[in-house]
């Protein structure tokens, strides 16, 4: 069993920064591959970004350039620093782990197992 807590959140002006941090509990993170999804209002839940547990990663088109994804193993947290923020990232953002160990990384909701409550993060113009 894994449990993921969010935080980092908050109100930010267009074009500032935010780190979202998620910390895991269990002693085989450093295996898995580990994701930042987003739900607003309304929508569906997103894919933002995804690190593998060798550091690999990907990104949402709109997300590359000004986010980026991380993960330190030693304290069993992932990271997801958002610079040049805009209205359009407002939202409640997520972790998820996949502890499938499958080769490819996913962007895929259903194939994450573990998610975290969430953090909100809201961005004003």
């Known amino acids: 069993q894994v449990q993921l807590v969010e935080s980092g959140g908050g109100l930010v002006q267009a074009g500032g920064s935010l780190r979202l941090s998620c910390a895991a509990s269990g002693r085989t993170f450093s295996r898995y591959h580990m994701g930042w999804f987003r739900q607003a209002p309304g929508k569906e839940r997103e894919f933002v970004a995804t690190i593998s547990w060798n550091r690999s990663t990907y990104y949402k088109d709109s997300a590359k350039g000004r986010f980026t994804i991380s993960r330190d193993n030693a304290k069993n947290t992932v990271y997801l620093q958002m610079n040049s923020l805009k209205p359009e990232d407002s939202a409640v953002y997520y972790c998820?782990?996949?502890?499938?160990?499958?080769?490819?990384?996913?962007?895929?909701?259903?194939?994450?197992?573990?998610w975290g409550q969430g953090t909100q993060v809201t961005v004003s113009s």
């Open positions: 998820a782990a996949d502890s499938s160990l499958r080769v490819g990384l996913s962007i895929v909701t259903y194939e994450y197992d573990y």
